[in-house]
C-alpha cells in the first residue's frame, strides 16, 4: 500500500531502525526489492532519481511502482535528490509520496527559500518533504559533486534549517558518498558530528551515499570482467551505529547496480547460448533481492511493516 513517508520514518527514529530506500530504474530492480520486502515484511521506499526519469519516463516507473505496492507491506513512492523544481512539481501533481529537494548546492539563504517553494506545494496534497544540508561528493546518476566542493552538515545549521523550513526529514553529510568509490583508506564517517546534530534535530535523519558494496559480490562481477579495483562502501558495523543516532531512511543504489551488473556479466559467460533476456536477467534478480533483504536485516526494518 502506498503511503507518505512522514510518519513511517518518525517511527523508525523512535524506534531505532531504518526504512531502505532503494533507487530503481526498470522493472527488474523494481520487482527484486519488492519481493525483498514482502519475503522480510519490511516497510520500503522506492525512490526514482531525475536520471531514472529521463531512462524510463514518469509514467512508466509510476505505473510500476503503483502495482508493486498493491500488496500489505507500507511502500512510499519518493523522487530522490530533486533539483529541477518542475520535475518535483510534476512528481507531487502525478501521485508521488514523497519528494526530495536537494539545493545543497546552494547558500544557506536559497537552500531555505527553494526548500520551503518545494513544501508549500507538497504537504497541501499530503506529500512528505526531504531536504538536505550539507553536500555529499562523488557521483550519482545526475548529482555530481567533486570532493573539493564536499561540505560536512553543520549540526547548528541543521537545527536552524529545520526550524525555518519545516522540512519532513533531513539528508545530512557525515562523510559517505556517492557511487563504489567512496573511500581511501580508513572509512570515516563522522559519528560524534551525526551525534550532535540528531540532538538538536527532532525529525528524520536521512544518510545518503550508504551503499556496502559487498566484496562477495564485487568479486563475482569482477571473475566476469568487471574492473572494480578499489571499489569501498560503508561498513556494516557503522550503518548499525548512525540507525542509534537519529539515521531512519537509508539510501541503496550502487550495491543494487552491482549487483545486477555482475548477476549479467556472470549469466552471459555461463549461458552463452541463450538468447532470451527474461531467462538472463533471473540470476541478476536474484543477487539483487538477496542484497535487498541484507540490507533489511542490518537496518532492523525486518518485521516492521
Known amino acids: 500500500m502506498l503511503v507518505t513517508s512522514k510518519h513511517l520514518l518518525a517511527k523508525a527514529r523512535r524506534k531505532k531502525y531504518a526504512i531502505p530506500a532503494f533507487n530503481i530504474n526498470n522493472l527488474e530492480i523494481l520487482k527484486a526489492v519488492m519481493s525483498a520486502g514482502e519475503k522480510m515484511k519490511s516497510p520500503i521506499i522506492i525512490q526514482t532519481s531525475e ?35 518542475k520535475i518535483i512539481f510534476q512528481a507531487i501533481q502525478s501521485g508521488y509520496t514523497s519528494v526530495m529537494i536537494d539545493a545543497s548546492a546552494f547558500d544557506y539563504k536559497k537552500n531555505v527559500t527553494l526548500t520551503k517553494k518545494v513544501i508549500a506545494k507538497a504537504h497541501p496534497r499530503g506529500v512528505s518533504v526531504e531536504a538536505e544540508i550539507g553536500a555529499l561528493a562523488g557521483i550519482e546518476d545526475l548529482v555530481s559533486v567533486e570532493a573539493r566542493d564536499a561540505k560536512l552538515t553543520d549540526p547548528d545549521d541543521a537545527k536552524l534549517f529545520v526550524k525555518d523550513t519545516g522540512c519532513d526529514s533531513l539528508a545530512v553529510a557525515i562523510g559517505t558518498s556517492h557511487g563504489a568509490f567512496k573511500f581511501k583508506g580508513k572509512t570515516h564517517l563522522d559519528i560524534e558530528r551525526l551525534k550532535e546534530i540528531a540532538k538538536r534535530v527532532s525529525v528524520p535523519i536521512v544518510l545518503h551515499g550508504a551503499s556496502g558494496v559487498r566484496e562477495d559480490i564485487k568479486k563475482i562481477a569482477e571473475q566476469h570482467g568487471a574492473k572494480l579495483g578499489k571499489a569501498r562502501g560503508v561498513l556494516d558495523t557503522d550503518i548499525s551505529k548512525v540507525i542509534q543516532h537519529g539515521v531512519a531512511k537509508i539510501n541503496i543504489d550502487t550495491d543494487l547496480r552491482i549487483a545486477f551488473t555482475a548477476g549479467i556479466r556472470e549469466a552471459i559467460d555461463d549461458m552463452p547460448t541463450i538468447i532470451d533476456p527474461r531467462k538472463l536477467l533471473e540470476g541478476p534478480m536474484l543477487l539483487m533481492r538477496e542484497v535487498a533483504m541484507q540490507k533489511m536485516k542490518l537496518f532492523k526494518s525486518a518485521g516492521k511493516a
Open 51 to 85: 536520471g531514472a526519469i529521463e531512462y524510463a519516463g514518469m509514467d512508466y516507473l509510476i505505473a510500476m511502482i503503483r502495482v508493486a505496492s498493491k500488496g500489505k507491506i507500507p511502500v512510499v513512492m519518493h523522487l530522490d535528490h530533486g533539483k529541477d523544481l
